[in-house]
């Protein structure tokens, strides 16, 4: 039987978590458990069941832990580890600062230039615009995907590509590079101290980028990357539209498409698609053929996946070709969804 709450410093995590709902109370705490993953919510709820008493002492202990680990976060996000300390100084003490700031950065992950992520990205354009293609891909690195989309759609054409290449072959960049250009875009702010090298960028990165920016800026970039990198050029196609966002086009739009689609094909593509994808189609069928296309379907037997994925690219690219006829519109950023 779990006994009552012991000394502050002698609590694991866990069983602050399962204190500070308590404290909190049920209202605040459900809130905060839809937010949790459902492994999280059950190990939580069965440490709250476990807690039979706690001292007003050690709720009050904890309650302010968390309340400073949360200041810390702010001013971290506003202005980096050292804004964080000397405003915590203030607050608790250099002591108790270090304290709470080792806590956080050894629970979280705080990227650099999170004070960027939050800075207008038309200003932050006028900042970084005259800097070097590399320093630029490393800034967007680091930045949601709408918001370098729009710096990426902004720079001068012969600088966007370019930009979105380097962007795609980072791999790993020194802390020491970070604090250099951290210190450039904010002379005020020091970096973040980690000795680990930050792994970032990749084609993953390119590919959310160009999925947010608008659809010129993506031909421009993807047609200078397919004479200068053709190979990178072709990893990045395969990523930014797979099968399964055929559930971003609206009925008519998947109609459209339909009516260049092989039957056969089809019915291989859908055999190795998930039940939303499928229904999105035989919505968009005549009733006759939906029961003929789950006839060859059911009667096909296993599927190869490799036949399935050829099947599925080959209406992958009757939908690119057909958006870049403007037949259809994939939703997506940057405002290619509005029709004049």
Same mark, same amino acid.
Request: proline content about 3%; some cysteine.
């Given at each position: 039987?779990?006994?009552?709450?012991?000394?502050?410093?002698?609590?694991?995590?866990?069983?602050?978590?399962?204190?500070?709902?308590?404290?909190?109370?049920?209202?605040?705490?459900?809130?905060?458990?839809?937010?949790?993953?459902?492994?999280?919510?059950?190990?939580?709820?069965?440490?709250?069941?476990?807690?039979?008493?706690?001292?007003?002492?050690?709720?009050?202990?904890?309650?302010?832990?968390?309340?400073?680990?949360?200041?810390?976060?702010?001013?971290?996000?506003?202005?980096?580890?050292?804004?964080?300390?000397?405003?915590?100084?203030?607050?608790?003490?250099?002591?108790?600062?270090?304290?709470?700031?080792?806590?956080?950065?050894?629970?979280?992950?705080?990227?650099?230039?999170?004070?960027?992520?939050?800075?207008?990205?038309?200003?932050?354009?006028?900042?970084?615009?005259?800097?070097?293609?590399?320093?630029?891909?490393?800034?967007?690195?680091? &930045?949601?995907?709408?918001?370098?989309?729009?710096?990426?759609?902004?720079?001068?054409?012969?600088?966007?590509?370019?930009?979105?290449?380097?962007?795609?072959?980072?791999?790993?960049?020194?802390?020491?590079?970070?604090?250099?250009?951290?210190?450039?875009?904010?002379?005020?702010?020091?970096?973040?101290?980690?000795?680990?090298?930050?792994?970032?960028?990749?084609?993953?990165?390119?590919?959310?980028?160009?999925?947010?920016?608008?659809?010129?800026?993506?031909?421009?970039?993807?047609?200078?990357?397919?004479?200068?990198?053709?190979?990178?050029?072709?990893?990045?196609?395969?990523?930014?539209?797979?099968?399964?966002?055929?559930?971003?086009?609206?009925?008519?739009?998947?109609?459209?498409?339909?009516?260049?689609?092989?039957?056969?094909?089809?019915?291989?593509? &859908?055999?190795?698609?998930?039940?939303?994808?499928?229904?999105?189609?035989?919505?968009?069928?005549?009733?006759?053929?939906?029961?003929?296309?789950?006839?060859?379907?059911?009667?096909?037997?296993?599927?190869?996946?490799?036949?399935?994925?050829?099947?599925?690219?080959?209406?992958?690219?009757?939908?690119?070709? &057909?958006?870049?006829?403007?037949?259809?519109?994939?939703?997506?950023?940057?405002?290619?969804?509005?029709?004049?």
């Amino acid at each position: 039987m779990a006994a009552a709450a012991k000394a502050d410093d002698k609590i694991n995590g866990l069983q602050k978590a399962a204190i500070l709902m308590i404290a909190l109370g049920p209202e605040k705490s459900a809130a905060i458990f839809k937010h949790l993953k459902e492994d999280e919510v059950e190990e939580l709820t069965l440490e709250i069941a476990n807690t039979r008493s706690i001292t007003p002492q050690v709720k009050e202990s904890v309650v302010n832990e968390f309340y400073q680990v949360c200041l810390a976060q702010q001013y971290i996000a506003e202005g980096g580890i050292n804004y964080a300390k000397e405003l915590l100084e203030k607050s608790f003490g250099a002591e108790k600062a270090m304290d709470v700031i080792g806590k956080l950065t050894a629970s979280l992950q705080v990227k650099p230039f999170e004070f960027v992520r939050k800075a207008d990205a038309a200003q932050l354009l006028n900042f970084i615009q005259d800097e070097h293609p590399q320093t630029i891909a490393l800034i967007l690195s680091y &930045l949601a995907p709408g918001q370098a989309a729009i710096i990426v759609s902004a720079l001068p054409p012969d600088r966007q590509a370019d930009v979105t290449k380097r962007i795609a072959v980072m791999d790993r960049t020194s802390p020491d590079v970070i604090k250099e250009v951290e210190k450039v875009l904010e002379s005020k702010l020091s970096s973040l101290v980690n000795q680990d090298y930050t792994i970032i960028g990749g084609v993953d990165a390119v590919v959310e980028i160009l999925n947010t920016v608008d659809r010129g800026t993506e031909k421009h970039i993807m047609e200078t990357l397919e004479i200068e990198e053709p190979e990178l050029a072709d990893e990045i196609r395969k990523k930014m539209f797979v099968f399964e966002d055929i559930l971003l086009l609206d009925d008519r739009a998947i109609q459209r498409v339909l009516r260049d689609v092989d039957n056969s094909d089809l019915a291989i593509a &859908l055999k190795g698609s998930n039940e939303e994808v499928q229904n999105a189609i035989f919505n968009n069928l005549s009733k006759r053929l939906a029961v003929m296309i789950k006839e060859d379907m059911e009667f096909m037997g296993p599927v190869r996946m490799k036949d399935v994925e050829e099947a599925q690219q080959k209406i992958v690219n009757i939908i690119r070709k &057909l958006e870049d006829a403007a037949e259809i519109v994939i939703s997506r950023g940057g405002g290619d969804e509005i029709i004049v």
